[in-house]
C-alpha cells in the first residue's frame, strides 16, 4: 500500500509563517500524477487548498493565493507547502493528497488517490 507521511503542522501566531511536508512511500506499482494538500475546518466541507502535477502545474485556493506556495521533490515523492502570512481562518486539518496510477501484473492501470492521516494548524491571533 502506499502511505502519506505528513508533518510541520502545530501551533502559531497569526502574520507568521509555518511548512508542512509530506511523503510518500509503499507500492512501487504506483506513479503519481500529482500530490497536494487539502484542509478542513471545523464544521465544514474539505477544499483543496494547493496541488501540483508531475510536469509542475500548480493550483491553488483563491483564499491562499500570494501566501501559500506548493513545490514537491519528485525522486523523494514528497510535496511541501510553505505557509506564510497566516491568518485564524487557515487553521484545520490539513490532509496530504496524493493521485496517481496503480500498475497491475498485467502493464494495465487504474487511477487512484491516497490521504494521509491529517495535520492540526491552529493560528491564533
Known amino acids: 500500500q502506499v502511505q502519506l507521511v505528513e508533518s510541520g503542522g502545530g501551533f502559531v501566531q497569526a502574520g507568521k509563517s509555518l511548512e508542512l511536508s509530506c511523503t510518500a512511500s509503499?507500492?512501487?506499482?504506483?506513479?503519481?500524477?500529482?500530490m497536494g494538500w487539502y484542509r478542513q475546518a471545523s464544521g465544514k466541507q474539505r477544499e483543496l487548498v494547493a496541488s501540483?502535477?508531475?510536469?509542475?502545474?500548480?493550483n491553488y485556493a483563491d483564499s491562499v493565493k500570494g501566501r501559500f506556495t506548493v513545490s514537491r521533490d519528485n525522486v523523494k515523492n514528497t510535496v511541501t507547502l510553505q505557509m506564510s502570512s497566516l491568518k485564524p481562518e487557515d487553521t484545520g486539518v490539513y490532509y496530504c493528497?496524493?493521485?496517481?496510477?496503480?500498475?497491475?501484473?498485467?502493464?494495465?492501470?487504474?487511477?487512484?488517490?491516497?490521504w494521509g492521516e491529517g495535520t492540526q494548524v491552529t493560528v491564533f491571533s
Open positions: 501540483i502535477t508531475s510536469t509542475g502545474s500548480t
Open positions: 493528497h496524493a493521485a496517481g496510477h496503480l500498475y497491475s501484473d498485467y502493464g494495465g492501470y487504474v487511477g487512484i488517490d491516497y
Open positions: 509503499g507500492s512501487r506499482r504506483f506513479s503519481i500524477a500529482a
